[in-house]
T-cell receptor, first 110, second 115 residues
């Protein structure tokens, strides 16, 4: 079952902050975050594992609440290049299939 | 350069015809995935494979078939049984099974239009 993302869309001015949430009805082993520009392949931002391990780009910040089966991606001091659609992907156990949410469209304006 | 390659980028087919989308990776990854993306929508899993000669259905496998005869290749066939095949198809790979997973690498996608 697909995780649920919120909000579905957000518009920011450069320099503003945003939080994107990802929620699952199943217990999670890991949460992945990706960003996709229109017509392009999604690119990896971060992975958060059960137990607290994280791997990702230095500029990306996220949290993973295992008990609540939720993750949040924090975008601070947004830049124009942050625009795109953000997807969370979840695994219910190690090595299991990666299932993505419906995406959150982010637009950053000058 | 290591990566994952999908071909062709654009594909047009007549209704009722089967069509095969290519996905090749030279990253030595065990796991490979096929996703379908409709305009403004998320990524829906069609099929995934964790090892050669084995694959599992995802959420929307009906009307699709795959094979995994080689580690590097995971072709997707869109059959005539798929009711609404026009979509953007993304292939991805990752290191695969294990206690620590890593990110998925995506191809550039194939935009299939059925007329």
């Amino acid at each position: 079952q697909q995780p649920v993302q919120s909000p579905q869309a957000v518009i920011l001015r450069e320099g503003e902050d945003a939080v994107i949430n990802c929620s699952s009805s199943k217990a999670l082993y890991s949460v992945h975050w990706y960003r996709q520009k229109h017509g392009e392949a999604p690119i990896f931002l971060m992975i958060l594992l059960k137990g607290g391990e994280q791997k990702g780009h230095d500029k990306t910040s996220a949290s993973f609440n295992e008990k609540k089966q939720q993750s949040s991606l924090y975008l601070t001091a947004s830049q124009l290049s942050y625009s795109g659609t953000y997807f969370c992907g979840t695994e219910s156990r190690a090595g299991n299939m990666l299932t993505f949410g419906g995406g959150t469209r982010l637009m950053v304006k000058p | 350069d290591g990566g994952i390659t999908q071909s062709p980028k654009y594909l047009f087919r007549k209704e009722g015809q089967n069509v095969t989308l290519s996905c090749e990776q030279n990253l030595n990854h065990d796991a490979m995935y096929w996703y379908r993306q409709d305009p403004g929508q998320g990524l829906r899993l069609i099929y995934y494979s964790q090892i050669v000669n084995d694959f599992q259905k995802g959420d929307i496998a009906e009307g699709y078939s795959v094979s995994r005869e080689k580690k590097e290749s995971f072709p997707l066939t869109v059959t005539s049984a798929q009711k609404n095949p026009t979509a953007f198809y993304l292939c991805a790979s990752s290191i695969g099974t294990g206690t620590v997973n890593t990110e998925a690498f995506f191809g550039q996608g194939t935009r299939l239009t059925v007329v």
